[in-house]
């Protein structure tokens, strides 16, 4: 029993101790660093393989025209040429930037008109419409066989002849972008009626590309 006079006993509290912390397992740490590094190439490979070995761009000559079309007795041709060509991107992940473009139109291989078109972006799956302005043929030489064939078609209505697409494109993927490379496409035969300037009731033409 516990007297009156005698001091209460003393309570100690003892300093509590810290819980160990956890650590990471090394052997899960390798495990996780192997997997993100794993993703990250793989990443990359894909980038790569969709900027470098993309899906060939289509293009397509959806309608023609011809005003103002003369032969001279120089065989000397003066014309203007009216086209409408059409290109589609098929990437879905890949962007298209056209860095220049140059379109000529020739008869037999022998060309008489081109035009420079200004740059351009084409987005994936983007079609973009490039109508010729300047597709003139001022005074231009002919070959004697080039004049005499020309001359030909024009009496029977219907003139044929090639449309060249030369461009300087790169390529781009989320923040990757292939170096510039150079486009090349060809669009035969593509049938113009001289009797008539309108562009209605051209067949489209198909054009073969390659990069």
Known sequence: MVSPNQPPPRRTQGT????????????????????????????????????????????????????????????HINAKFNYVIKSYNPEKHVSVRYHSMRISTAHHNQSVAHEEISAFKQRPKNETRIETQQLVSHNRALSKFNAKDLRAEKSKGTIEMKVYITARVSYKTWIFRSRRRTLKAVCTPVMINVTASSLNGFQRVLCKTRL
């Not at 794993?38 to 990443?43: F, M, P, Q, R, T």
């Not at 990359?44 to 309608?63: C, D, N, S, W």
């Open 16 to 75: 509590p101790q810290p819980l160990p912390g956890r650590r990471m397992n090394p052997i899960l740490c390798i495990i996780v660093a192997l997997i993100l590094l794993g993703l990250l190439v793989g990443l990359a490979i894909l980038i790569t393989y969709l900027t470098l070995r993309p899906k060939r761009l289509i293009y397509t000559v959806e309608a023609a025209s011809v005003q103002d079309f003369a032969i001279g007795n120089d065989d």
